[in-house]
């Protein structure tokens, strides 16, 4: 029974993710909070960049409790420290529905390429970025679900080393080149637009 079910995990996993993934990116959209407004062309928003500094040896340490990675602890605290500031903005959005979309660099690059070499006609090398992204439902804050922060990373690296494990990364990614290629770059980029406007926030890998 447990091989069967360490066969079946990922599949069900795969098929979930992948088709949650297109419905969020169409259909499913995330409700409005204090990190979502929901507005139209947020993008030509006025823009305010803010910065904080986190100490690396308390990171080590969570990394080393937890036994996950730096990325894992960082993006456990981002995701923790938007749910506080939702939650203290309005309470009501501690348990509102937001997902938070992980960017993920899929480009395998084996080297240096000059333009010359890329422009060779014998040239394997795709152009341009290649990226894939995850669904990932920010964890809730509800009847004290979590017994202390480190609980809450926890929850949240498990949770995307699940989403990671599976092939809705790599199908999301086939998916995005099928449109590009049936439909051309800007059908593709008005799916992708629409994909991170149906969602709250976006994380990408920071090492």
């Known amino acids: 029974a447990g091989c069967v079910s360490r066969i079946l995990s990922p599949i069900y996993n795969t098929i979930y993710d992948y088709g949650y993934g297109v419905l969020k990116s169409t259909l499913i959209v995330d409700h409005k909070t204090p990190i979502r407004s929901g507005d139209d062309s947020v993008e030509l928003h006025p823009v305010k960049i803010s910065t904080l500094a986190l100490s690396l040896d308390q990171i080590t340490k969570i990394k080393t409790k937890l ?48 333009v010359q070499d890329m422009l060779n006609p014998d040239n394997k090398s795709l152009w341009g970025n290649q990226f894939s992204f995850l669904h990932v439902g920010l964890p809730k804050l509800v009847n004290g679900q979590y017994s202390s922060p480190l609980d809450f990373v926890a929850h949240a690296q498990r949770l995307i080393k699940r989403k990671r494990n599976s092939l809705a990364v790599y199908l999301t990614g086939q998916f995005l080149e099928m449109i590009r290629k049936l439909r051309g770059p800007e059908a593709a980029a008005r799916f992708i637009h629409k994909t991170f406007k149906n969602s709250s926030t976006t994380i990408s890998n920071m090492i």
């Open 67 to 114: 036994r996950v990675t730096v990325n894992d602890v960082i993006t456990g605290t981002v995701f923790l420290g938007a749910r506080l500031y939702m939650q203290e903005t309005r309470k009501e959005s501690g348990h509102s529905r937001s997902t938070v979309l992980v960017v993920l660099n899929t480009r395998n690059i084996g080297g240096y390429k000059s």
